[in-house]
């Protein structure tokens, strides 16, 4: 059974532009690397406005997440199920995976400059 609409939502809403920011800012740092000047090459104007907004929304929803993924684990056996035969297949739990984007980058949200 597909997981309902609005607890999608829930789960994946700032994911998408997370990603391909993400992708985008992996890009960039790249192209800083190669053409590092110890001297006037800094890294914290790659971090777009754009890439902290959407990082901020996903924060802000984390809570809302883990609420949900503990309503789903204590009352929705086929989620339980998916859920474990994931975890069988995959290096990382869903849990896990949800706490990547607030592990990646609260640690750094304050370093960096916003552009």
Same mark, same amino acid.
């Given at each position: 059974?597909?997981?309902? =609409?609005?607890?999608?939502?829930? %789960?994946? *809403?700032? %994911? ?7 992708? =985008?800012?992996? $890009? ?5 690397? +190669?053409?590092? @000047?110890?001297?006037?090459? +800094?890294?914290?104007?790659? *971090?777009?406005? +754009? ?8 924060? @802000? ?13 204590? =009352?929705?056996?086929? *989620?339980?199920?998916?859920? $474990? ?5 995959? &290096?990382? &739990? $869903? ?9 990646? *980058? ?6 960096? &400059?916003?552009?």
């Amino acid at each position: 059974m597909p997981i309902p =609409t609005d607890d999608h939502r829930v %789960l994946f *809403f700032c %994911l998408e532009p997370l990603l391909s920011l993400s992708t =985008t800012l992996c $890009l960039k740092v790249d192209v800083a690397i +190669q053409t590092w @000047d110890p001297g006037t090459s +800094q890294i914290g104007s790659l *971090f777009s406005k +754009q890439l902290w907004h959407h990082y901020d929304e996903y924060y @802000d929803n984390y809570r809302d997440i883990r609420m949900l993924l503990k309503e789903k684990r204590s =009352t929705d056996p086929e *989620f339980v199920q998916f859920c $474990l035969l994931r975890r069988q297949s995959a &290096s990382h &739990s $869903l849990d896990a995976l949800c706490l990547k984007p607030v592990k990646t *980058f609260r640690p750094i949200r304050g370093h960096c &400059s916003i552009s």
